[in-house]
Each structure stands twice: as structure tokens, then as C-alpha cells.
């Protein structure tokens, strides 16, 4: 199994940043692709970005020059750097990583979620 811990969601003012962070742990376990998805009060979950390996990286268009995705393979670590936010941003943000443990096939993982709130 691989856990993805959450961590850096907050209440911020429109315009404010928040910085997301992610952290994989786990046994004989490989990351490829990581990434971060949202779900808003009723709404589907969705992309918001994701980060491959060798640091391919792919955005939402609603936050493409706003939102930053970066990791550090070495940490097992994916973060997501949010500027520029605006209320529509609000949303339970949740990590995601497409792994392989002990070398079976590969699985999607997620994070519990961690809360962001945009709001005067």
C-alpha cells in the first residue's frame, strides 16, 4: 500500500497563494505520474494538474499561469503552489499518485483531502 498525506490547506482572501504539499510512504513501492484534484460542493471531482517522473506537467485550463505542480522524487513528495486565488478555486483538494508496490500492477492512490477556502 502507498499513503499520501496532505498537508497546507487553508482560508485565504481572493488574490492570496497557499502552498499544498503531499507525501508519499509506504514499502517497495515506485511513483509514476502525481498529481492533484479537486472537488467542489457538489460537484465532480477534476484535475487540477499533474507532475510524470521526469517532470512532465499538465494543468487545468481554469488554473494554467495561477497553479504550479513540482516534486521531489527523492521525498516521494508532490506539491502544488496556488496563486492568484480565486473564490471557484474553493475545494477539497486531494493527492493522487499512480504507483506500483513490490512490483505489481500499477494502482491509483489518493489522499484523505485537505481543505482550501477562497473568501472575502
Known amino acids: 500500500q502507498v499513503q499520501l498525506v496532505e498537508s497546507g490547506g487553508g482560508s485565504v482572501q481572493p488574490g492570496g497563494s497557499l502552498r499544498l504539499s503531499c507525501a508519499a510512504s509506504?514499502?517497495?513501492?515506485?511513483?509514476?505520474?502525481m498529481g492533484w484534484y479537486r472537488q467542489a460542493p457538489g460537484k465532480e471531482r477534476e484535475l487540477v494538474a499533474t507532475?510524470?517522473?521526469?517532470?512532465?506537467?499538465n494543468y487545468a485550463g481554469s488554473v494554467k499561469g495561477r497553479f504550479t505542480i513540482s516534486r521531489d522524487n527523492d521525498k516521494n513528495s508532490v506539491y502544488l503552489q496556488m496563486n492568484s486565488l480565486k473564490p471557484e478555486d474553493t475545494a477539497v483538494y486531494f493527492c493522487?499518485?499512480?504507483?506500483?508496490?513490490?512490483?505489481?500492477?500499477?494502482?491509483?492512490?489518493w489522499g484523505q483531502g485537505t481543505r482550501v477556502t477562497v473568501a472575502s
Open positions: 509506504g514499502r517497495s513501492f515506485s511513483i509514476t505520474t
Open positions: 507532475i510524470t517522473l521526469h517532470g512532465f506537467t
Open positions: 493522487h499518485a499512480r504507483a506500483t508496490v513490490a512490483g505489481r500492477q500499477f494502482d491509483d492512490y
